[in-house]
């Protein structure tokens, strides 16, 4: 059983991710990421929510927070992260974007951990699959928040979604 974590955990979580993507984009590609929307969707917007990004990569957490924090890629935001990082330029979500997204997940999800160094985390191995934010629904227990970027002239999504370990 999970516990809703608190406004104020929710808020410094949601900090942390957003600074740990900046950081990662901005080291790794001299580029940057704009944030346009912070929310926390319901099932029934989730559903209807337009497929932008056509590959999700997501990393579990355990601890004192269990869960996971993912990043949905619109294909030409995973092509151009994947060129950005590789120097290699693909037209196909190949394993190659799959293995740069996936280290792109990684380096976020560590970045996170590491700004809340107050809480105990063990971090997965990341998982790709090929849905976007609209393939991304969770259980009623869990309130996830979503944060959305322009990258470039395209959109990538971050969501965190944890919940306190019970005491």
Known sequence: MSVAI???RSAAISEAADESLRDVIETMTGGTVRQVSSDVPHVEEAATTVDRSPLT???SLSGELNGCIGLCLSRSAALQWTEAISGESTEEIDQLVIDACGELGNMVVGGVKRRL???ELKM???TAFR??????VFCSSMQPIFLAYEYGDTT???FVALAATPS
């Open 6 to 8: 608190d406004v104020q």
């Open 57 to 59: 990569i997501t990393v």
């Open 117 to 119: 160094d107050d809480v």
């Open 124 to 126: 997965g191995l990341p």
């Open 131 to 136: 849905a976007g934010r609209d393939g991304v």
């Open 156 to 158: 990538l999504d971050v």
